[in-house]
């Protein structure tokens, strides 16, 4: 098996905070991201999903370098990128771009679409005029645009328009992985599926490989082969689409997949909404990040931090009770298996000993 085309490990983000008149003293630590591992290969699709404020688009800036990691590394088709220099990174750039939320604030209002797709050939120094007039119309055409749109400014687009100009740009340059960060939670729900849809075909032609940043997982179930789920800073559980949607093994998870609106009203209700508010990175609860909201918290949740368990075929939880959780598609509100309750008798006497 070949190596992944990206590889991320422990990567972290964190943010001083600090006060005074001239902020010269640091009274805290906001920890955006806080030891992200996972891997992404080639002509394939990782969703990164979690609640908004969970850390996903910091990684992808951080996947980019668009902005400084504080620990970590970023393996790039073997080549860690933390530690590149100005030109080689420029190299990389080429063969990674991104495709950003809002289709109104990433597109420059006083670049024609031509300047906004020819922009990135030219800093690259790929082709001559004519030869960048030409790919501009192929891109177009690529997206489902018209080669007359070149000659039109972004305002005069809709927001479908405007984010498959945006996808154009990223493929300017012919790269290798896009990061799609939340590329249609601004538009439309039937404009939606347009663009989900190209982006698929755009994957089958091409051979790329998307981190696709998302919080709505019925779009995830749609454009996935693999979903990571990111709470509050930290990877709680990854597997592939089939696997984590059939069997979630934590229950952040379950909770995020019971909140997706069914059709059936019979299946309406069966799993008590997840409560409370996402706790602050300044502040993380110790232990497990997520017992402050967790129905199934025990005391060994507040006090020790869970690692990831590795159920099998790239199946990882991090949840002390990973291994032990009911059944899914029940209310798993009303208990632990027996056997997560022996392991807490074990983890008491244990404590008690000290």
Known sequence: MSAPLLEVEDLAKHYPVKSGLILAKRI??????????????????LALVGESGCGKSTTARLVLRLIEA?????RFDGTDITSLDRAALKAFRRRAQIV??????????????????????EVHGIGNAAERRARVEELLRLVGLAPFHAQRYGHEFSG?????????RALAV?????VCDEPVSALDVSIQAQVVNLLRELQQRLGLAYLFIAHDLAVVKHVADRVAVMYLGRIVEIADKRELFANPRHPYTRALLSAIPHPDPARRGRVKPLGGDLPSPLNPPPGCRFHTRCPLAQDVCRTAEPPAVDLGNGHRSACHFARDLPPAGIDFTGGLTPAASRRLALFAEASARG
Request: aromatic residues 6%; neutral net charge; without cysteine.
């Open 174 to 178: 012919n790269p290798d992985l896009v």
């Open 100 to 121: 950003f939320q809002d289709p109104y604030a990433s597109l420059n209002p006083r670049y024609t679409v031509a300047q906004t797709l020819s922009e990135p050939m």
């Open 70 to 74: 504080t620990e970590g590394r970023v």
């Open 160 to 168: 479908g328009q405007r984010q498959r100009i945006g996808i154009a």
């Open 28 to 45: 805290g630590t906001v920890r955006a991201v806080d030891g992200v591992t996972f891997s992404v290969n080639r002509g394939e699709t």
